[in-house]
């Protein structure tokens, strides 16, 4: 079955701390892959997606992630978080569904907290 | 561009009535759209696939008689929670298909049933 495993709940870095969010992934053909990031009581913002092409991805508010197929992950980093960007993460995979569509299977979430 | 609207924002209701929430797609066609539901700190888990002039498609477990979709036209889906209970309070989000393979979401409604 088609799933979406992000392993960290919660994550607390400081202030210019580099991060690393993990997300993988089981799906049996080419996944599309997103993440989105969602602020408290608001909807998702897309951050990035990969389709295809060169496995390292650039995304908005300096975020970047890269597809390593050999291990099913699509982990997102950002070399100096901001105060700003403490919220709730989720990684996603489209899923072609049999009307010719993609619907999309969400992780469970990564809580970032930034510390001052 | 690719901008999703959701209305009302928040809605709250007394148990057994009904309550529609619509979601419009506003600078582009959608043939295809999305209902999820959030419950706090959790994930968002997909309802249904809402298509235009079809009936939609409903996940395994979702209560088709309890939560109505209609998708009447290529802007516009709604979502009827009919006779809501205290349980269907949640957050409800909406997303349109521009693309085969590309969504945009809405802001989200939060229903609080009383």
């Known amino acids: 079955a088609q799933s979406v495993t992000q392993p960290d709940i919660h994550i607390t870095v400081s202030e210019g701390a580099s991060l690393e969010l993990r997300c993988n992934y089981s799906?049996?053909?080419?996944?599309?892959l997103f993440w989105y990031v969602q602020s408290p009581g608001q909807g998702l913002q897309l951050l990035l997606k990969?389709?295809?092409?060169?496995?390292l991805v650039q995304g908005i508010k300096g975020f970047e992630a890269e597809f390593k197929r050999s291990q099913s992950s699509f982990n997102l980093r950002k070399p100096s978080v901001h105060w700003s960007d403490a919220a709730e993460y989720f990684c996603a995979v489209g899923i072609l569904v049999t009307s010719g569509t993609y619907k999309y299977i969400f992780g469970t979430g990564t809580r970032l907290k930034v510390l001052a | 561009g690719a901008v999703v609207s959701q209305h009302p924002s928040r809605v709250i209701c007394k148990s057994g009535t009904s309550v529609k929430i619509e979601c419009r797609s506003l600078?582009?066609?959608?043939?295809?759209m999305f209902w999820y539901r959030q419950f706090p700190k959790q994930s968002l888990m997909l309802m249904a696939t809402s298509n235009e002039g079809s009936k939609a498609t409903y996940e395994q477990g979702v209560e088709k008689d309890k939560f109505l979709i209609n998708h009447a036209s290529l802007t516009l889906s709604t979502l009827t929670v009919t006779s809501a209970h205290p349980e269907d309070s949640s957050f409800y989000i909406c997303?349109?298909?521009?693309?085969?393979?590309?969504?945009?979401f809405g802001p989200g409604t939060r229903l609080t049933v009383l």
């Open positions: 799906y049996g053909a080419t996944p599309y």
């Open positions: 600078d582009f066609q959608a043939t295809t």
């Open positions: 990969y389709f295809s092409g060169d496995t």
């Open positions: 997303s349109a298909r521009r693309s085969y393979n590309e969504q945009f």
